[in-house]
């Protein structure tokens, strides 16, 4: 019969994103992001070098800003109920970490109990005016 | 003063996290270290539902999709929640570190979520251990299975690894289903035949010791029923069924004891009824004496038997109907055309127990109509 093992882990060292609100700081410093459509994340190590965009909180608003084109307004919301992050550990030899008959184990690394929602539509931004000029 | 997060991406093991709805039951198990040391999810096979147990409690994982692109927001690369590392990325990072990345522009590292939220259930407890071999006295070792032989004999642990439900739960359901383990390994459950014939041997044997039937120890009971020459597992094992309590001292039940006489006679009105009179004299006589039981009640029975007419009884068990609620009312009426709401609320409630949610399925699956001033449940479209 398959089975996994589940485990709670509890971080020890808060690893919070500085600037992040108090609201969103999580012990293993993760939160989490809605969005209405799809969000294309490149899968090439190059691009990753790269940035993708933008959070910027200002008071109750969350701006998402994706590239130098468009933005998204959002705000934080409570996760009713909240939200386990849960992982799942799968060694080399098959064998989980906490010997998982079936060579697997999964632990709740982090209980996420705030969002960053954002369900309007991106809205179109011009932001480099004197470049367009020229 | 506004507060910003440059976002890079991070694609790598993305497929290893899931994100789990914690309820209230939910958050109060992972409160409980007692049941946090034994959580695991289990499934009874590749397509089979999923479980959440823990030490006592079971529930149902769905998956549960989502419209929406939910995204991960993490301070560092997956690094510290992955086991492998891209170490290009992290070379890349070092370097936005010290050429872009100042302490006042704090970073943050985008990742998707797989598209569905994990919801868990309380589930009531469905075991099936029909396929366990039947135990038919220390002379007769015997299975239900063609194939079975003394070799091929299950273990406890077996057995018990193909159940998707808590340990404290099995353990109910095993007592419950007469589980016995022998000296020698094998797993049975003691057959119908073998506790009609050595449960009132058992009960006259310790009656006539004069034990305290409030207080039985295995071993004084063993002693008691020495000459029948069954192991003391088997003792155990009916204590343990006909107990209120869960360890020694075992305490006698006797409205189990009754209970358990009146659905094995029962069951053999399966496939037609039977005079509800006959019904009730095979059972008070088929009760070992010299113990004083409950009257023979058909409350004892509730979700095991059917009426299809009021003089009339027929075996109808609760645990051994569908659990997909169309196919569950099909069979309900088929086995009788009208039910009361209290007759057919306990074959109901072991699909749903929430009330609303009852009420939901009589209006999908049923009809509700009022016959001289009584609710009726019939099948939709009579």
């Known amino acids: 019969m398959p089975s996994a093992t589940l485990s709670v882990t509890r971080p020890s060292i808060p690893s919070s994103i500085p600037n992040l609100p108090q609201v969103l700081q999580t012990p293993s410093g993760l939160a989490l992001v809605e969005i209405q459509g799809t969000l294309h994340l490149s899968t090439t190590s190059s691009s990753s070098s790269d940035p993708l965009g933008r959070l910027v909180f200002e008071k109750s608003t969350v701006w998402l800003y994706i590239g130098n084109h468009q933005r998204m307004e959002g705000a934080v919301v409570d996760l009713k109920p909240p939200v386990g992050l849960l992982r799942r550990q799968i060694t080399d030899d098959g064998k989980g970490e906490h010997g998982a008959p079936d060579g697997e184990a999964v632990e709740i690394v982090e209980v996420i109990r705030k969002k960053i929602v954002f369900s309007t539509r991106p809205e179109p931004l011009v932001q480099d005016v004197s470049f367009r000029r020229s | 003063m506004a507060q910003e997060i440059t976002l890079y991406p991070d694609t790598s093991k993305i497929s290893h996290f899931h994100l789990l709805q914690l309820t209230p039951d939910i958050q109060q198990l992972l409160d409980s270290p007692d049941e946090t040391s034994h959580l695991t999810i289990k499934s009874a096979g590749p397509t089979s539902p999923i479980f959440l147990c823990s030490y006592s409690k079971t529930f149902r994982i769905r998956q549960i999709s989502q419209s929406n692109t939910i995204l991960m927001v993490s301070a560092s690369r997956s690094k510290n929640y992955t086991d492998d ?27 998707q979520l797989p598209g569905s939220i994990l919801e868990c259930t309380s589930s009531s407890p469905q075991v099936d251990l029909s396929f366990v071999p039947l135990y038919n006295g220390a002379d007769a070792l015997s299975t239900t299975s063609s194939s079975s032989s003394s070799s091929t004999s299950l273990h406890l642990n077996e057995i018990k690894s193909q159940i998707p439900v808590s340990d404290y739960e099995f353990a109910n359901e095993w007592a419950a ?50 000459e029948e020459d069954e192991p003391v597992a088997v003792v155990e094992a009916l204590l343990r069924r006909f107990s209120r309590t869960r360890e020694e001292p075992y305490c006698v039940d006797r409205e189990g004891i009754a209970r358990w006489f009146g659905i094995q006679t029962l069951s053999d009105h399966a496939y037609k009824e039977t005079k509800l009179g006959d019904f009730l004299s095979t059972w008070h006589a088929s009760l070992p004496q010299p113990l004083d039981y409950p009257p023979c009640s058909l409350s004892l029975l509730t979700g095991h038997y059917v009426q299809p007419t009021p003089k009339t009884i027929r075996y109808l068990p609760c645990d051994r109907l569908p659990l997909e609620p169309a196919a569950r009312f099909e069979r309900l009426f088929a086995a009788k055309g009208a039910w009361a709401v209290e007759e057919i609320m306990p074959f109901v409630e072991g699909i749903e127990r929430d009330k609303a949610r009852v009420n939901a399925l009589f209006m999908k699956f049923a009809r509700k109509k009022s016959v001289a001033g009584k609710t009726v449940i019939t099948k939709r479209g009579t």
């Not at chain 2, 992290?90 to 006042?104: L, P, T, Y």
């Not at chain 2, 016995?180 to 006539?208: I, K, M, N, T, W």
Request: proline share 4%.
């Open chain 2, 177 to 226: 289903a007469l589980g016995v383990e022998l000296p020698h390994g094998g797993a049975f459950r003691l057959s119908r035949d073998f506790v009609q014939q050595f449960l009132p041997v058992f009960v006259a044997a310790v009656s006539a010791d004069r034990l305290d039937l409030e207080r039985l120890e295995v071993a004084r009971v063993f002693e008691a029923v020495k």
């Open chain 2, 85 to 111: 590392q891209d170490t290009q990325m992290d070379d890349i990072a070092e370097q936005d570190g010290e050429e872009e990345v100042e302490a006042e522009a704090p970073v943050g590292y985008l990742s």
